[in-house]
Structures are given as structure tokens and as C-alpha cells.
């Protein structure tokens, strides 16, 4: 027998968001690819954790977390979600909102399954869907707006159609799905009995006075929804990979067991540092942390404009894509290296994001980042005119 790789791996590829960040810092160029979030860390937080550590929570926690962080989710889910979530049973905490989601499609789909994702797509979504050789199946949305053809989607629901996906403030789109666009998947879920999988760790990242919506909430949804959440964006400790997910017991109890497989847990006193930024930071701090991101977004996509690459203004999340077809190259990849190159500002290609031709005409930017930075983001940006 000759010695190879898994036949899973052949349909897997280093992220393109990994592959710019390294390019990045070849060039050291200014990291706008990754949505590394080097924004502060609340003290709150970083207190939590430095005391944990001393306090010895050190150890293996329970396979779904710590009691602490599960009570403080579930109390959270109830206030802002809408949600009503047992914490000993339909929670279970894993290694970000990464791990979690990875761990619901190990438990729940099967080799050939279909999943529905919506293009513009975050690649890891894709990448964990083929890691256990179900389907990815693909919806396409179109600007303004990233609205999609409702026909198109019932048409692409089949006998091994198993789940849907939406990622609500979605990444890369920034797009916040509306109520009633959520109902209408809501009604498609119930009426196929289908899962739904839901990336809500944006959740507090709104603008313009938009509301988050969780489909969990919604008539017949509680049942069928996985809820995939995080504190890697809101508190920015996206090292730390704290994430959860929430669903009914029989589910719920099955993403754990592969929870505890696959990670044992997640890191413990970080899991404490967590519970308490949910139950001590107070509503303020979420309004101001969507009006910082709000004044950063502005700022951002003021300078792509006068760049010359026209955004489509985010309406939640982090992140922007700018239409760089302009640019010289005939890929997504030439023209983020053309861009890296002359201005020292770093983005991923479209194609890490779209199935077709339409990702080389894109560049996915993230404006995470610390005032001074967006500063030098934005002057750097007006290069391209020289």
C-alpha cells in the first residue's frame, strides 16, 4: 500500500486568509486579511483570566465547559437572543466558534449529506462541510443588499438535502439577515425537516439601528436550529478560542461527545475570564463597541471609495468587500498581491469566498483594528492614485 494522504484532505487547501496573512508579513505590509481583532481587551476580562489563573483553573474541565461560563451563555441567550437554553444540557462550550461549528457537522451530518451555504460564504464554513465528506451546496446573492432568488433555493433541496447555513452579521458580506428573510428559511426548514446552522458570532457588531434576529426563536425552530456563538470578536480575544453551541438536548449532547474527542475542552481559565465579561459588562459596553465599529466601517470604505474601490457597505460584522476589478491581474490573488505590493495593505481574494469566476473581481478587508492602524490603513490606500 503506498503511503498517502486521506482522501479528505484532496478537497481541502490552506486558507487564502492564512496564505495573505503570510504574504502580509512578508512584505510587512499592514494585516487587513485576517480578522485577527487587535482591538483592546476589555480589563474586566483580562482581570477574570490573570485570577483564574491563579486560583488554579488550570485543569480539565467538564467535556461542555465549565458551570460558570454555561450559566453566564444561558443567561445571556435568555436577555439578548430570545433564547431558553438549559445550561446542563443544550449547551456546550468548545474551541471557538470554529471548533463548535466543526463539531456539530462531525456529529450530525454523514458522508454525501447536503448542506446549503449562501454565496458570499466564510471559507471555513466550506472547509468543515467537505472535512466530513458532506455536500456543499450553493446559493448565490447578488449586490445591493446580498439578496438571493427564493425559487433557486427550493430548488436546491433534494432527498440528501440535511441543513442549511446562515451566518447572521455574515462573514464577508456584513450582510444582517431581516426577519423575514429568516422566517422564510424558517418555513423551508419545518416544511423538509432540515437543520439549520446557525454562525451568529457577529451578533453584536449592527449598524445603522439594525436588530439581531436568531433563528432558534422563530416557530418550530428551537428544535431543529444549531446556534454557533463566540466571544472571539465581541471581547477581542480571538487567540483565546472560547466559542459554544446551542441546541436541543439530543443534539446538543451529541456535539459534545465529539466536543470531548476532538478537544477535551477549551482552555479553562479562559472559560472563567469569559462568564465573567457576559455577566459584568453592561449594556453600554455593547453600544459602544457597535458605535466604534460603525465609525471604523465609515472611515474604511471613505478610503476604498476614494481608492477608487467601490465597497459594499456592511451592514453588521467586521469585514467589507471592496470591487477591486479595476486592478491590474486576472485573479483575486493577483490583484490583493498588486494591491500588497503597492500599497502595503493586505486583504484576502474574492475567490476564498465565491465558487465562480465572480471572487476575482473582490477583496475581503477587515477593519478590526486599533485606531492608529485604520489610520495608516486609510492614508496607505490613497497610493494607488500615485
Not at 96 to 117: M, S, Y
Not at 193 to 204: A, G, P, Q, R
Amino acid at each position: 500500500m503506498t503511503r498517502t494522504i486521506s482522501r479528505r484532505m484532496a478537497n481541502l487547501a490552506q486558507s487564502e486568509i492564512r496564505a495573505m496573512t503570510q504574504a502580509c508579513a512578508s512584505a510587512k505590509g499592514l494585516n487587513m486579511a485576517q480578522g485577527v481583532c487587535d482591538t483592546p481587551v476589555p480589563p474586566i476580562v483580562l482581570q477574570a483570566a490573570e485570577r483564574a489563573i491563579k486560583d488554579g483553573y488550570n485543569v480539565y474541565t467538564r467535556f461542555d465547559g465549565l458551570p460558570e461560563l454555561r450559566q453566564a451563555i444561558a443567561g445571556k441567550l435568555a436577555g439578548y437572543n430570545g433564547i431558553k437554553a438549559d445550561p446542563e444540557k443544550e449547551i456546550v462550550v468548545s474551541a471557538g466558534a470554529t471548533g463548535a461549528f466543526h463539531c456539530a457537522c462531525e456529529a450530525l451530518l454523514n458522508p454525501g449529506d447536503e448542506v446549503i451555504l449562501f454565496e458570499p460564504y466564510y471559507q471555513y464554513h466550506i472547509s468543515a462541510v467537505l472535512a466530513v465528506e458532506a455536500v456543499p451546496v450553493i446559493i448565490t446573492m447578488s449586490t445591493p443588499g446580498w439578496t438571493y432568488i427564493q425559487t433557486q433555493l427550493e430548488q436546491a433541496i433534494t432527498p440528501k438535502t440535511k441543513a442549511i447555513l446562515v451566518n447572521s452579521p455574515g462573514n464577508p458580506s456584513g450582510k444582517v439577515w431581516t426577519q423575514m428573510e429568516l422566517e422564510a428559511i424558517a418555513e423551508l426548514a419545518c416544511r423538509h425537516d432540515l437543520f439549520v446552522f446557525t454562525d451568529e458570532i457577529y451578533e453584536y457588531f449592527l449598524y445603522d439601528g439594525r436588530r439581531h434576529v436568531s433563528m432558534a426563536t422563530l416557530p418550530g425552530m428551537a428544535e431543529r436550529t444549531i446556534t454557533i456563538g463566540g466571544y472571539s470578536k465581541t471581547f477581542s480575544v480571538t487567540g483565546w478560542r472560547i466559542g459554544y453551541c446551542v441546541a436541543a438536548e439530543p443534539w446538543a449532547q451529541a456535539i459534545g461527545a465529539m466536543n470531548d474527542l476532538l478537544y477535551v475542552c477549551a482552555p479553562a481559565p479562559l472559560q472563567l475570564a469569559v462568564a465573567a465579561g457576559i455577566n459584568e459588562l453592561t449594556a453600554e459596553f455593547y453600544r459602544d463597541l457597535a458605535r466604534s465599529y460603525q465609525a471604523k466601517r465609515d472611515q474604511f470604505c471613505g478610503a476604498l471609495v476614494k481608492a477608487g474601490l467601490r465597497p459594499s457597505i456592511p451592514e453588521g460584522a467586521y469585514y467589507v468587500l471592496a470591487d477591486v476589478s479595476a486592478l491590474p491581474g486576472s485573479t483575486g490573488k493577483d490583484r490583493a498581491l498588486y494591491l500588497l505590493d503597492k500599497t502595503g495593505v493586505a486583504g484576502v481574494p474574492g475567490e476564498a469566498f465565491f465558487s465562480g469566476s465572480a471572487g476575482a473581481g473582490f477583496i475581503r478587508f477587515s477593519y478590526a483594528k486599533t485606531d492608529e492602524d485604520l489610520d495608516v490603513a486609510c492614508q496607505r490606500l490613497q497610493r494607488l492614485h500615485r
